[in-house]
């Protein structure tokens, strides 16, 4: 199966750290497309993180300099360190990447892990 699996989501208290894995599988990734989303209830899904073409990354200005995305080639795996967590940051959080499916390269998206942020 070609898919991306995100884990490491919970329920911590504001100010609290969660590190979310996502684990690619069943084909090539191209992993400098590798990056994080995130939806809340009732608003739409938006950027949290991610590689760029460059080499570079791009982060949310609301998330910038709390949270950290990292990979390891090797594993096929993209992290997502979150520290200095905030209410607003609740929201499932989804793992896209392109995949090498049926000789041409398509957007693959994770199943969501949830993160619960309490006050």
């Known amino acids: 199966q070609v898919q991306l699996v995100e884990s490491g989501g919970g329920l911590v208290q504001a100010g609290g750290s969660l590190r979310l894995s996502c684990a690619a599988s069943?084909?090539?990734?191209?992993?400098?497309?590798m990056g994080w989303y995130r939806q809340a209830p009732g608003k739409q899904r938006e950027l949290v993180a991610a590689?760029?073409?460059?080499?570079?990354?791009n982060y949310a200005d609301s998330v910038k300099g709390r949270f950290t995305i990292s990979r390891d080639t090797a594993k096929n795996t993209v992290y997502l360190q979150m520290s200095s967590l905030k209410p607003d940051d609740t929201a499932v959080y989804f793992c896209?990447?392109?995949?090498?499916?049926?000789?041409?390269?398509?957007?693959?998206w994770g199943q969501g892990t949830l993160v619960t942020v309490s006050a």
């Open positions: 896209n990447a392109q995949a090498l499916v049926r000789f041409n390269y398509r957007e693959v």
């Open positions: 069943g084909t090539i990734f191209n992993m400098n497309s």
């Open positions: 590689f760029t073409s460059g080499g570079g990354t």
